[in-house]
Nanobody
Framework: VQLVESGGGLVQPGGSLRLSCAASGFTFSSYVMRWYRQAPGKERELVASIGSAGTTNYADSMKGRFTISRDNAKNTVYLQMNSLKPEDTAVYYC?????????????WGQGTQVTVSS
């Protein structure tokens, strides 16, 4: 199982970034895909999630600025981030989760750094 994030970097306040997470080794379309982030000295927090049917949910502070999407044909989940603020600076992690009769499955990527600074 692999989750590989990409697309992070340095961006000025008000700018945009699109993160990608390429998945392999599991049935991507059956999993809830989530983006989390962790800022220095803070706990990891949920940013957004998208279900296998495409239902999305966002943390309140990201609503209207971030958009999560998935392409099941490419086994990839995206996070479009607009109107970025310095407080969005964090390591962003991709997560795949599935709960079934056979158990819970929870996979993580290695993270990608997003820095919002002028």
């Amino acid at each position: 199982v692999q989750l590989v994030e990409s697309g992070g970097g340095l961006v000025q306040p008000g700018g945009s970034l699109r993160l990608s997470c390429a998945a392999s080794g599991f049935t991507f379309s059956s999993y809830v895909m989530r983006w989390y982030r962790q800022a220095p000295g803070k706990e990891r927090e949920l940013v957004a999630s998208i279900g296998s049917a495409g239902t999305t949910n966002y943390a309140d502070s990201m609503k209207g600025r971030f958009t999560i999407s998935r392409d099941n044909a490419k086994n990839t989940v995206y996070l479009q981030m607009n109107s970025l603020k310095p407080e969005d600076t964090a390591v962003y992690y991709c997560n795949a989760y599935r709960s079934s009769w056979s158990g819970q499955y929870d996979y993580w990527g290695q993270g990608t750094q997003v820095t919002v600074s002028s």
